[in-house]
């Protein structure tokens, strides 16, 4: 049976220790260290998450990369869409994992790759004036090493594809200066090495965000999250809601039904999109009380989110029916469908009800 949508679950490879967090944040530091160390902090805030299955894995191990591809692949899931770090001049970070994957052939597990082109702070560490990498944009020859960089992933036969062209996501697609220009660039390229052209998707919680107008293929519409730094007076609720939070030491939070609207309003964008659904959020493990907190994330909730979002792509030609999952794996954020102690595989389990049922 054809699944009604191809699912791509976004994936965090910050789970092996590197030089830049051994500096940054100490010895051995993965994102496991602040996944382990949480606290709650109020009566009934659920912290530290502990995983379950899967254990605290390590990336550099194939061993970990298989069995995750196949916990995914037997709940429903076509694809993992690996976070790519690219500074430039070809400054990059975390690629260990992804590149073994491409070198490798294993696992036999589709793919592509979100360029998550943002500088590095410590604002989950409590130093957002600390800038640990900074994301420039050189020029074109910059974006040509960029490309030719990712050539062989792109050329790989498990990358995934619309219409022959190998998908790519961009994370901050605003940021991108003269994007046109940019894709255009990238687009001849992969025309060179033999490929059909490159679908490129910006990620944006922006309703005014307009990928036609930006030289992308389509966008992927993430729930938007106000942070504290996002409210102001003019939206007085939530605004009262935040100064009762400061006053008590807590972290704020948001409601995960606040997503069903921002769905339903996507279905009149002028313009191909696609869903991006969070089923749960939790960065107090980084944050602390500067965290942010998604109330009302249940199994239940998510099963509704995921079946608004495959009828407003069941009017999509099949290969362009994509729904992506924030995240298979940030644990830090208390953000993944890896299973852990406490929901076990409640979240997956809804998916594999829902997109690919037992026979």
């Not at 052939?105 to 957002?128: M, Q, S, V």
């Not at 939206?235 to 009762?244: G, K, S």
């Not at 400061?246 to 309003?265: N, Q, V, Y």
């Not at 792509?313 to 940030?330: D, G, M, T, Y």
Request: hydrophobic share 40%; charged share 20%; glycine share 6%.
């Amino acid at each position: 049976m054809t699944p009604p949508v191809r699912l791509i679950a976004l994936y965090l490879p910050q789970f092996h220790p590197i030089p830049e967090n051994n500096e940054w944040w100490g010895p051995g530091f993965t994102e496991w260290t602040n996944t382990a160390k949480a606290k709650p902090l109020f009566p009934g805030h659920y912290q530290p998450h502990v995983p379950a299955d899967l254990g605290f894995c390590d990336l550099r191990m194939p061993e970990s990369r298989e069995d995750q591809a196949n916990l995914a692949r037997a709940y429903g899931i076509e694809a993992f869409c690996y976070y790519h770090y690219w500074f430039g001049a070809g400054r990059r970070i975390l690629e260990r994992p992804f590149n073994e994957v491409v070198a490798s052939g294993k696992p036999d597990f589709p793919f592509c790759l979100c360029w998550a082109n943002e500088t590095w702070t410590g604002i989950w560490h409590g130093a957002p004036n600390r800038v640990l990498i900074e994301q420039t944009y050189p020029g074109a020859d910059d974006h040509r090493a960029h490309f030719a960089a990712l050539l062989p992933a792109f050329t790989d036969r498990r990358h995934i594809t619309i219409e022959g062209k190998p998908v790519f996501c961009v994370y901050k697609p605003e940021k991108v200066p003269d994007p046109k220009a940019t894709w255009a660039l990238w687009r001849d390229m992969a025309i060179a090495a033999g490929l059909p052209g490159l679908h490129v998707l910006g990620v944006s919680a922006d309703p005014a965000w307009n990928p036609d107008t930006n030289g992308y293929d389509g966008k992927i519409c993430q729930p938007l999250m106000r942070g504290r730094q996002w409210i102001s007076r003019r939206d007085p609720i939530r605004w009262l809601a935040r100064q009762l939070a400061l006053w008590a030491g807590l972290p704020t939070s948001h409601s995960a039904l606040d997503f069903i609207p921002e769905l339903e309003r996507a279905r009149s964008f002028p313009y191909e999109w696609h869903s991006c659904l969070i089923h749960a959020f939790d960065n107090t493990p980084r944050s602390g009380k500067n965290g942010l907190i998604l109330r009302h994330a249940t199994p239940e909730h998510f099963a509704r989110m995921l079946e608004l979002a495959i009828d407003a792509a069941s009017k999509k030609p099949p290969e362009r029916r994509l729904v992506f999952l924030k995240s298979w794996n940030e644990w830090a954020e208390g953000n993944h469908l890896e299973p852990d102690l406490r929901t076990g595989r409640q979240y997956l389990d809804v998916l594999r009800q829902i997109v690919a049922p037992p026979a």
